[in-house]
Each structure stands twice: as structure tokens, then as C-alpha cells.
């Protein structure tokens, strides 16, 4: 069996992925890459190594090296941040999906894990169930480099053959790691600063609806898609996956029943335009019949574990 690559692995869905790959495979068995020199302290323990992906060069060296049959490509820059970086962000995550999809059509690895997102969809898109196959029109560089990511990925299935697996992330909460840079992030920063300052201003306004997952079901979709017998699945592009939706208000009240003391204000800038092109929930009955997907955490649930565990956190800290 070969070994297990994750690329971005000091980001926020990286550091429990890889954790999770351990896990399930031996920690022999996986390897971390960052475009950081250091991995973070919660998985220094893997064998790591400093990665550009667009160094096709250093990538390719690498697989051969260290025998790897799976890559896991979390490489990229989130919404937020590539609206401010637009030609880095569309080099990125462009290049750096087509240099591991060609590492798999030349045969060099047998399997390709590429997250895709909720940003795929635009204004015009149904916001209520977005269904897995709609009008998908962007209006974010990141909505966009993913939109065309995924046709990629099912272009190199059909027509060479390359095993690409992908989901639609929705906005992904976890206590693990600091917020990347995305729109969704104010659902990962409200518990920080909450339990910090005792209050927290939303850079969304009240009311937007947005899809949310907690990341310990993200990371079980990721793993199940990528167990399940190739002949299962009917989506070559990216399956949509659904967690929980709520808004920024619906969350500070369900805080505040943990914390009576909690203020929530609100501020929307940019990305409050961004996030009312977005669905507030998708139709996820693809990964349903294809390969059994059903979520664990709702919003209580998430709300309840986020607090205890970053509670945790600042006692040992």
C-alpha cells in the first residue's frame, strides 16, 4: 500500500485530516506538506516536509520518493483572502490542481482527493436546496477557480481515467485550528472571541443563511468518499454535501444559552456581498444514494462541543 500525501496540511481542514489518516492508516503510511517550513504542533509527530505545489518538479520527486499512491490536494486561497489576491489566488489553485491530476494521468498515484465549496454557486443559483446539478455562475475568484476545478476534475475521469474525488464543502467550524481566511470563518472566530472578550461584531449580517459543517463530519464525508468502491459513484465533479444552515443571530443565541453574558454585534462588510450570492442549504441526495453520507452534528451539538473544547484551550494555554 502506498503512502498517503496531504498537501496544505497546516491549514484548518489539513491538521485534522492528516490526524485522521493516521488514524486509519498508520502514521507511517502519511506524509504532510505545507508551503510553511514547520507543520503546526498538533501534527508534528508525521513526517513532513516543506512543498510548494506548484513546484511540479519538488511534487513529483516527492511521490516517487516516498512511494505515494493517494494525494489529498488542500492547497488554496479562501475566498476573502484571494478577493484581495486575485492572480495568486487563481495560480494557485489552477496550477496546482493540474499538477497533481497530471501526476495521476501519467500513472505516478492511483487516487486524487480536490475539495470544491459552496462558492461554485452564484446569485442565480436555487438558494433553497441548491440542487447538485444547476446554474452555477460565481462571483468570487475562489467560486470561480472552483467551478473550473471541477470541471477539470471530471474532464481527466472521462477521458483519462484518473480516479478525482470531490465534495462541496459548505463554511467548516472546527476548534483545532485558527480561521483561514474565509467567508464562512466568522462561525469558527465567534466562538474564540466569545469566550476571549465575551462578545464578537459579525462581518455577515444577522440574517444570512449560509450551510455549516462541523469538522469532524467533514473529515468522515472525505473518508467514506474516499473508501467507496469506484463503480458506487455517479458524481465526477464534486458531490454536494450538507451539514446544518443557520445564520449569524440563530448561532449567537444558541452561545448565549452557554454564555448568558455573550454580546453579539453586527458590521457586514465584503463578504456579507458574498455571502448573499451563496445557497443556504444544498441538496446533498447524490452522496445519500451513492455512498450512505449523513451528518452527525447539528447546530446545538456544535455550539456545545466548540465551547468545551476551546475552553479547554485556553486553561492549558
Not at 483561514?180 to 444577522?206: C, P
Not at 449560509?210 to 473508501?227: G, N, S, V
Request: a negative charge; glycine letters at 6%; one cysteine or more.
Amino acid at each position: 500500500m502506498g503512502k498517503k500525501l496531504v498537501i496544505g496540511s497546516s491549514g484548518q481542514i489539513g491538521t485534522e485530516l492528516i490526524l485522521d489518516l493516521i488514524n486509519t492508516y498508520g502514521i507511517n503510511q502519511v506524509i504532510a506538506t505545507d508551503i510553511k517550513a514547520t507543520p503546526p504542533d498538533v501534527i508534528k509527530e508525521v513526517d513532513f516536509f516543506p512543498l510548494d505545489v506548484l513546484d511540479n518538479e519538488n511534487l513529483f520527486n516527492l511521490v516517487k520518493s516516498q512511494n505515494v499512491d493517494e494525494i489529498y490536494l488542500l492547497a488554496a486561497l479562501l475566498s476573502a483572502t484571494a478577493e484581495k489576491k486575485v492572480q495568486s489566488a487563481w495560480n494557485l489553485n489552477m496550477k496546482g490542481l493540474f499538477n497533481v491530476l497530471d501526476l495521476a494521468k501519467e500513472g505516478h498515484i492511483k487516487k486524487v482527493f480536490w475539495p470544491s465549496s459552496i462558492a461554485i454557486f452564484g446569485a442565480s443559483s436555487p438558494k433553497v436546496l441548491t440542487p447538485q446539478k444547476t446554474i452555477a455562475e460565481p462571483s468570487t475568484v475562489y467560486g470561480i477557480s472552483k467551478l473550473a476545478g471541477e470541471r477539470w476534475c471530471e474532464y481527466y475521469y472521462n477521458n483519462y481515467g484518473v480516479d478525482v474525488r470531490s465534495l462541496r464543502y459548505p463554511g467548516l467550524i472546527s476548534y483545532k485550528s485558527e480561521p483561514g481566511g474565509g467567508t464562512t470563518d466568522y462561525a469558527v472566530d465567534i466562538f474564540h472571541q466569545a469566550l476571549k472578550k465575551g462578545s464578537y461584531t459579525s462581518f455577515l449580517a444577522e440574517d444570512i443563511r449560509l450551510p455549516m459543517m462541523y469538522m469532524d463530519d467533514a473529515i468522515r464525508a472525505t473518508k467514506e468518499l474516499m473508501l467507496a468502491s469506484k463503480e458506487d459513484l455517479t458524481i465526477r465533479s464534486s458531490y454536494n454535501v450538507n451539514g446544518m444552515n443557520f445564520t449569524p443571530n440563530e448561532i449567537g443565541l444558541q452561545i448565549k444559552k452557554l454564555l448568558p453574558d455573550f454580546k453579539l454585534n453586527f458590521k457586514p462588510d465584503f463578504r456579507n456581498e458574498i455571502a448573499l450570492t451563496w445557497p443556504e442549504s444544498t441538496d446533498d441526495s447524490f452522496a445519500q444514494n451513492d455512498w450512505n453520507w449523513k451528518p452527525i452534528f447539528d447546530l446545538e451539538s456544535t455550539v456545545s462541543t466548540m465551547i468545551n473544547k476551546i475552553s479547554k484551550q485556553f486553561i492549558i494555554n
